[in-house]
């Protein structure tokens, strides 16, 4: 019953927020100058990001995990016959996953939107995870994680579109998240559902370079966690 409570809780919660954020962003669009973002494409956009916000919530990660960096107690992880960061990074994906699974269904079919075929959403997630993974790395390193999910979320939750539509931005600061990752996390996908990014070639182009986000974030999140374990001393007998 607990369970079932928490995920009518949290969907009642990003109806809520929804509703807060179509009306805040319908009021900016009313005279047509804020943005060329329609009120139809913000409306859609809200509902995704609400539909999909465990995915791309950077302050809720695996409680456990945090605590694993954070005391070092790696022991049980290290024995095991696959890499630390191939268990951490499908731990946080799975319960992002069952996250989502719970919440985003009710808001799917009461904005009658169906999220169907678009699995350019996988690499989003993926750019996503790989980014929390070096967060995961750099709080090997440190006595308390709260500062560090602090920078790495205000930073992630302006860049990604997370706080303010991407849309919204001024041209010269889209054009600069542009070679960052944030740019192509949730701000890409909801997009291109939306119709607000529409040319094939445009699309093409950032699926290409969501995949070599990937493995650019991939690559440094292992160096770190590798490099950190190296440092490990795992005491008792």
């Known amino acids: 019953i607990q369970y079932k409570v928490a ?3 949290g969907s009642c919660t990003q109806f809520v927020w929804a509703g807060m954020y179509i009306m805040l962003y319908t009021a900016f669009l009313k005279d047509g ?7 139809r494409q913000m409306t859609t956009y809200i509902w995704l990001q609400q539909a999909f916000f465990a995915f791309f919530n950077i302050w809720n990660i695996d409680k456990e995990i945090e605590e694993q960096c954070r005391l070092g107690d790696i022991a049980t992880e290290l024995v095991k016959p696959i890499s630390l960061y191939s268990i951490w990074h499908a731990k946080s ?10 919440r985003a269904l009710p808001i799917l079919i ?10 350019q959403i996988i690499l989003s997630v993926l750019v996503m995870i790989s980014f929390i993974m ?8 440190t006595v308390t994680s709260n500062g560090i999910k602090t920078m790495f979320g205000l ?3 302006f860049a990604s ?12 600061i889209i054009n600069i998240l542009k070679f960052t990752p944030f740019y192509y996390m949730q701000n890409v996908t909801f997009n291109i559902y939306n119709g607000y990014i529409s040319s094939a070639g445009e699309i093409i182009k950032i699926l ?7 493995i650019l974030l991939t690559y440094i999140g292992k160096r770190i966690i590798n490099k950190q374990i190296a440092k490990v001393v795992v005491q008792g007998g």
């Open 7 to 9: 995920a009518i809780a």
């Open 33 to 39: 100058s804020a943005s060329d973002f329609s009120v």
């Open 93 to 102: 994906l799975a319960k992002k996953t069952a996250m989502v699974s719970l």
């Open 110 to 119: 009461v904005a009658m939107m169906p999220f169907l075929g678009q699995y």
């Open 134 to 141: 070096i967060m995961y790395g750099v709080i090997l390193k």
């Open 155 to 157: 930073v992630m939750d």
């Open 161 to 172: 579109g997370g706080l303010i539509p991407i849309p919204f931005m001024p041209e010269f």
């Open 208 to 214: 290409i370079l969501q995949v070599c986000w990937i």
